[in-house]
């Protein structure tokens, strides 16, 4: 058989680590596994992330998180490099108008990227995130292998505050990411950064087994410390009648309210560490141990400002707000004053959990929305989000179930293939199809494409059937 690994993907790689992912891989018990991934961490790469690490927990140490005049030196070092930056910067003492600055929003992602990208950089190692959320609009969020990599001192840190050791060892799995959807990649791998510990994502819907008991078994068998996902995941686990503990669940890229955070910790019987992180930006805050509604600003170098929507000015503590952030540590992606479009209020102060960084408690505005099809069975919007995405000339798209049986789907398209008459017909056909064998037999689905293109962060999906049969219960 093909190597599961190899040096091209997994530079560092050992052979006693191989040697348990293969055992792990080939589990009697395994899902259909769809791809593999490899690390891509190299020496260069590996020292980079060492030496972050090791400046990262010395500023958890210190208290020594950014603040406007910090992160002046960041936005300097950019200026010379990033032709994005001199020009929003052109004529501005960035030290006494920093509220002048522009902010940056997701749009100019989308048409700025170019002058974006810091000049003169290797751009051999680029790695394009598949771009994911609750939003409409795809996305470009170059990365490196070498930011990607800091996920791991990060993730690690945060585990760690609630009593988890991660355990550097190729036979230990350090985390299982579950997913419910459809159709997703599916893989394992080892990661160079610890230690050759485990890490896999499965997809537990029960297309990916080959057995109903054999997901059940998987876990049991593979023991992860830690279980991350969304929401959704987590709930459909809870649904399927999973019986696994492990030692933290993280809970990523949805809101959690508080209530599924509780269920959540009865039913897995231990500690529920929320993780606000967005492809752009890397991983942005982690609920604290002892006030879980409040998150702490999680990375040494990222300045977070909370922004009056009015004003545009910094909000006093206490007031709601939009996150800003600057900074990060991807050499493709240098953020200024990026809109992340969530809402949040900020606090500062020593907090008794011990990270005495700054604590966002986030506005509900993620919470997650599901769809029913036409049997009544929920359907993941990300099998949604997933036939759209891949039209390159969709730009924004907008889907509601408004009836049992009915769905609008609104799209922002490229305007060539809207001049091409002929080739939008075929294409419309194309997506009512896969649209419809997703929703169920009878579904009825409307495609219009006067979509505004806004760069706004609007909603992508919404279930105004099931708000009305709620209201009318
Ligand atoms: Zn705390």
Redesign the pocket.
């Known amino acids: 058989m093909n190597k599961i690994l190899d040096f091209a993907t997994t530079p560092l790689l050992r052979e006693e680590w191989e040697k348990e992912l293969v055992n792990l891989i080939h589990s009697k018990y395994a899902p259909k596994w769809n791809a593999k991934i490899g690390d891509r961490i190299g020496e260069d790469e590996y020292q980079f992330v060492k030496s972050f690490q090791n400046e990262f927990l010395q500023a958890k140490k210190d208290a020594n998180y950014q603040t406007k005049e910090s992160i002046l030196l960041f936005i300097e070092v950019f200026r010379n490099q990033s032709e994005f930056f001199r020009s929003r910067l052109f004529g501005l003492n960035i030290s006494d108008e920093y509220e002048s600055i522009p902010l940056t929003n997701r749009d100019d992602l989308q048409t700025n990227i170019t002058a974006i990208i810091p000049k003169d950089l290797d751009l051999s190692k680029m790695v394009i995130n598949p771009t994911s959320g609750t939003t409409g609009k795809p996305i470009l969020a170059p990365n490196h292998p070498k930011s990607i990599g800091c996920y791991v001192p990060l993730i690690e840190y945060s585990v760690e505050k609630f009593g988890v050791k991660p355990i550097h060892s190729p036979k230990s799995t350090f985390a299982i990411q579950l997913c419910y959807q459809e159709k997703t990649i599916e893989y394992a791998t080892c990661h160079s950064l610890a230690g050759g510990a485990k890490f896999a994502k499965i997809n537990i819907h029960p297309n990916s087994w080959r057995k109903p008991s054999d997901l059940q078994n998987f876990l049991i068998e593979s023991s992860p410390q830690i279980l991350t996902g969304d929401p959704y995941a987590f709930e459909s686990a809870m649904k399927m009648g999973i019986q696994y503990k492990p030692e933290a669940i993280q809970s990523t890229a949805l809101e959690l309210t508080p209530a599924l955070r509780s269920k959540l910790s009865d039913y897995f019987q231990c500690p529920v560490i929320n993780f606000y992180s967005l492809n752009e930006t890397g991983p942005i805050a982690y609920s604290?141990?002892?006030?879980p509604e409040?998150m702490?600003i999680l990375p040494h170098d990222l300045y977070v400002e909370v922004l009056s929507k009015d004003t545009g000015f910094p909000v006093p503590s206490g007031n709601m707000g939009e996150i800003v952030v600057t900074g990060g540590r991807n050499p493709y992606l240098p953020l200024l004053r990026y809109k992340t479009g969530d809402l949040g209020e900020i606090q500062f102060g020593p907090?008794?959990?011990?990270?005495h960084f700054p604590?966002l408690r986030l506005l509900s505005g993620r919470k997650s929305v599901y769809f029913q099809n036409t049997n009544g069975d929920t359907i993941n919007p990300i099998d949604v989000g997933r036939i759209l995405r891949k039209k390159p000339f969709i730009f924004q798209f907008q889907v509601e179930q408004t009836r049992k049986d009915e769905w609008e789907c609104r799209l922002s398209l490229e305007t060539e293939i809207i001049k091409d008459e002929f080739q939008w017909e075929i294409e419309k056909n194309i997506l009512h199809k896969e649209l419809k064998s997703l929703f169920g037999e009878n579904s009825k689905v409307l495609i219009s494409t006067n979509y505004p293109l806004d760069g706004k962060k609007q909603l992508a999906y919404i279930n105004s059937y099931q708000i009305q049969t709620e209201a009318n219960k």
């Open positions: 604290c141990p002892i006030h409040w702490h907090c008794l959990c011990g990270d604590r």
